[in-house]
């Protein structure tokens, strides 16, 4: 989706991907050149968390989604900048990205870092944590996989463990999180005005 800002080099979207309209998975062994686990970040914004991810754990291949073009334009720079080879955008819709480009069973972790919360009650349809999203992701996930979720919004963080406890196919596994996960820019924000932050992880519980 375009949300171009003046400024930017909107020629490093040249390579990274967008969700087809209809299903079309992304054979990734094939774009990253091997086999390693894949891990996504739901809502990279401008990739730092993603690409010191990246940086740190060089045998896993990681892949960020995020809506704004010139988020993934920042998280561009920011991986040439720390030459990896190993991290791949996708500029889109994080639901329709997951469900037609990644195959089932073919992701090893999915994070999902400070999400927008949508706090009014008449935006909450918006929340891309919905009970329809917790078998999509279960089907997503290898039988080893894991979802692990932060945020600052006790309101939102609530929201998902009264729709995870209502359903069989993913289960919290944990509510401690790694503080790597806060070195996002809203993670550090966040900190800035320490704020409580709220975290989950889930696997499966029944293997599908």
Not at 21 to 37: A, S
Not at 61 to 70: A, E, H, T, V
Request: neutral net charge.
């Amino acid at each position: 989706m375009k949300f171009k800002k003046k400024g930017f080099d909107y020629s490093l979207l040249e390579t990274t991907f967008t969700p087809p309209e209809d299903i079309n998975f992304i054979n990734w062994r094939d774009v990253f050149g091997n086999e390693n686990p894949l891990v996504v970040e739901i809502g990279c914004g401008n990739g730092h968390f993603l690409t010191q991810q990246a940086l740190k754990n060089p045998t896993e291949n990681f892949i960020g989604i995020d809506l704004k073009d010139y988020r993934i334009v920042k998280s561009r720079m920011k991986e040439n900048l720390l030459n990896l080879n190993n991290v791949r955008w996708i500029c889109g819709e994080a639901g329709a990205s997951i469900e037609k480009m990644f195959p089932d069973k073919s992701l090893d972790k999915i994070y999902m870092t400070f999400p927008d919360p949508w706090p009014k009650k008449r935006h909450w349809k918006h929340r891309l944590f919905q009970a329809h999203f917790i078998p999509l992701i279960a089907r997503k996930l290898t039988d080893n996989g894991k979802f692990i979720f932060i945020s600052d919004h006790e309101g939102y963080y609530q929201w998902c463990i009264e729709l995870i406890e209502a359903q069989k196919e993913l289960a919290v596994v944990s509510h401690d999180y790694d503080i790597s996960m806060t070195e996002s820019a809203f993670g550090k924000i966040w900190q800035a005005e320490q704020r409580t932050f709220h975290s989950f992880t889930l696997e499966k519980s029944i293997k599908l």
